[in-house]
């Protein structure tokens, strides 16, 4: 899988936890990578994703900031 | 014709193109004939206790056909005693009093010393001076020139000193050889500069004959660094420029001085905040009458752009000068290769997959010819594969359509705000 797709992929998990109504709430990043936590807050439920491509850590942050400014 | 005249520091001139304390102004004579070639202004080759030289002083650099890509010299300050020098500049400001004669000053880190030097110099009707705490080769062995210029409280206190005894403005040259150049810069406004000019040479050996096993150049065998300038060194003095002119605490004018060799670097600097410019290896190069070209391109551009005077230049480029935090992390470009004229010499290619992203494919058509294109989903926008290129146009950067602008400290401080 080449990187773009591995981005795409990644992508596509963040944007299906985003259409569940999760909203990312906080995220630890490391040697690995970025751990992201979502939390869903009819639910209360929590999940985490392990995003390791650049661009999917650009986008989630993006994502991030948009919601924290909203 | 757009007004090329400068006021740098108050020190005035007919336009932005200085001649830099070097060889080229090591003389009435010659400073003289730079004049009627048309230089706005001269920084004399630096006064102090005259010295020595040894014989073998300079070394370039060819780099695949273009001579002079890079210079060094193991000159030092003038050999020629003061009165001669100073009868000389009364000589060249009597016969050219709108041009701009600068004395560059070296002596010894002593109160006394740059007094008297200061007083004689500014008796005989100069514009300004410029310190040389540059020069890193020969007086740095005696604790002159770039020895006194690393060390920021030797700058603060030497400029304190010089602005004790002078009358006209004060210009310190720095040295590139250090970390941060925008510290001896602000040790240079504390002691009171009224302007600060950069860069000086960068400490050099410029090579090793492989069957002597001499250095490059040498004398009766051995060799001593020299300061390296000219075309190759003019990125590292633009940064330099560029971050004391972004800096709110350096807040006099700059002199740019670093690989200049014709208007368009001149342009350059001027944007990223010197209010003039000085040139040396260019004129040693090819003579000082390049001046008319700088002269004719320069008003030229500032025709093409409207603009009235090369004043109004000054700086415009600064705000667009940051810390790399401060980029847009979302900013995207990606390449595009034109198979009109595109000459199939798979060197995009080749960088690509090396040394880079192998984002570039070799793909045969229908017709069974081979092209090359760019897997842009792939491509991170590194510019490799059009720098390489040996064809203009053949490789274009193209911007792409992104998210809303980010920056790292954006990001960082969005993520923080989080644990």
């Not at chain 1, 709430?25 to 985490?48: I, P, Q, R």
């Not at chain 2, 002159?144 to 004790?164: C, F, I, N, R």
């Not at chain 2, 410029?206 to 065998?221: C, E, K, R, S």
Request: charged share 20%; aromatic share 8%; net charge negative.
């Amino acid at each position: 899988m080449s990187e773009h797709e591995q981005y795409l992929a990644e992508k596509e998990k963040i944007d299906q936890l985003l259409s569940e109504g999760y909203n990312i709430y906080h995220a630890v990043e490391n040697l690995d990578g970025a751990f992201v936590e979502f939390f869903h807050l009819k639910s209360g439920t929590k999940k985490t994703l392990h995003i390791r491509t650049a661009n999917a850590r650009k986008y989630f942050s993006s994502i991030f900031i948009q919601q924290k400014s909203s | 014709m757009a007004d090329l005249s400068i006021n740098l520091a108050g020190i005035k001139s007919p336009n932005p193109f200085w001649l830099a304390s070097a060889p080229p102004t090591n003389s009435g004579y010659q400073v003289q004939r730079a004049f009627e070639a048309g230089w706005g202004g001269a920084v004399w080759k630096t006064l102090g206790d005259p010295i020595l030289n040894v014989s073998s002083r300079f070394a370039a650099i060819n780099f695949n056909g273009q001579r002079v890509a890079g210079f060094n010299n193991i000159e030092l300050i003038t050999d020629r005693p003061l009165d001669v020098n100073l009868k000389e500049i009364y000589e060249t400001k009597k016969r050219f009093p709108n041009h701009a004669i600068i004395a560059s000053l070296m002596v010894e880190p002593k109160q006394e010393k740059w007094h008297e030097i200061v007083k004689r110099v500014e008796d005989v009707g100069v514009d300004g001076l410029e310190l040389n705490f540059g020069c890193p080769h020969g007086m740095a062995e005696r604790g002159m020139g770039s020895a006194s210029g690393q060390v920021p409280s030797l700058v603060e206190k030497q400029t304190y000193w010089v602005k004790e005894a002078a009358k006209t403005p004060v210009i310190v040259k720095l040295t590139p050889n250090i970390t941060d150049i925008t510290v001896t810069a602000e040790a240079a406004v504390n002691g009171g500069a009224d302007a600060i000019s950069m860069i000086n040479t960068i400490n050099s050996l410029m090579g090793v004959d492989l069957d002597t096993w001499n250095t490059i150049p040498h004398v009766a065998g051995k060799g001593a660094h020299g300061g390296y300038c000219g075309p190759a060194v003019k990125p590292i003095a633009l940064n330099m420029v560029a971050e004391c002119a972004r800096n709110p605490r350096i807040s006099v004018p700059i002199s740019g001085i670093g690989g200049i060799s014709n208007w368009q670097d001149a342009v350059e600097f001027i944007l990223m905040g010197a209010a003039g410019v000085q040139v040396c290896t260019a004129a040693m190069h090819h003579g000082f009458r390049i001046v008319e070209d700088m002269i004719e391109g320069l008003d030229h551009y500032l025709d093409s752009k409207n603009i009235s005077a090369v004043s109004e230049l000054i700086g415009k480029s600064v705000p667009r000068y940051s810390d790399w935090g401060n980029l847009d992390l979302h900013y995207n470009i990606t390449a595009q290769i034109n198979t009109d004229v595109c000459i199939n010499c798979n060197k995009c290619h080749i960088a690509c997959e090396d040394t880079s992203h192998q984002c570039i494919d070799m793909i045969k058509g229908d017709n069974g010819r081979s092209y090359l294109k760019v897997r842009e989903e792939d491509c991170v926008g590194c510019n490799l594969c059009a720098i390489v290129c040996p064809v203009e146009g053949a490789i274009t950067m193209v911007e792409q359509t992104s998210m809303q602008p980010m920056t790292w400290n954006e990001r960082q401080a969005a993520l923080n705000s989080s644990k």
